[in-house]
């Protein structure tokens, strides 16, 4: 009889990434109708006063044009719009609309309640632990 082994930390990660990745989901379906799991990298790599497209794809380490059809989906959808760079007229900044900033709201608001709930699970200094340990993977990886 073969011995089980318990499941790699790695594997932990990426299934309790899932499952909170899930509850953001489910946020956003009720907040935001059409945005799907793949817009979250728009999302999550906007900056407050626009963005140029190369800029938001090398931040989601993504190609040009990967991004870039995220974008077009999210523009079609209002809650993005592509505006001249003040810096560059040639260049476009993509920027949320109001739509798009309602959605992020609701994301952040998601976000905290995912935090709250963890911080009864784990306690304040769990959550603060947790935090702290997963700053360091991010930094030594």
Same mark, same amino acid.
């Given at each position: 009889? !073969? *011995?089980t082994h318990p499941p790699h930390v790695v594997a932990l990660l990426y299934e309790a990434f @899932? /499952?909170?990745?899930? =509850? =953001?989901e489910d946020a956003a379906r009720t907040h935001a109708p059409g945005i799907r799991p793949a817009h979250q990298a =728009? &999302? &999550?790599h906007m900056e407050h006063d626009g963005? /140029?497209?190369? /800029? @938001? *794809? !090398? #931040? !989601?380490q993504m190609t040009a044009q990967a991004m870039g059809a995220l974008v077009d989906?999210? $523009?079609r959808l209002g809650y993005l719009r592509r505006v001249p760079d003040p810096a560059d007229r040639? !260049? #476009?900044?993509i920027v949320f609309t109001a739509r798009g900033d309602a959605a992020l709201r609701?994301?952040?608001a998601a976000i905290d309640e995912v $935090?709250?709930?963890l911080a009864a699970m784990l306690g304040e200094d769990g959550l603060a632990e947790l935090n702290a340990t997963l700053t360091r993977v991010i930094k030594e990886f």
């Open positions: 009889m !073969a *011995a @899932l /499952r909170l990745q899930g =509850v =953001v =728009v &999302f &999550f963005i /140029r497209l190369s /800029r @938001l *794809a !090398a #931040k !989601a989906d999210l $523009e040639r !260049a #476009k900044l609701a994301g952040y $935090e709250r709930r």
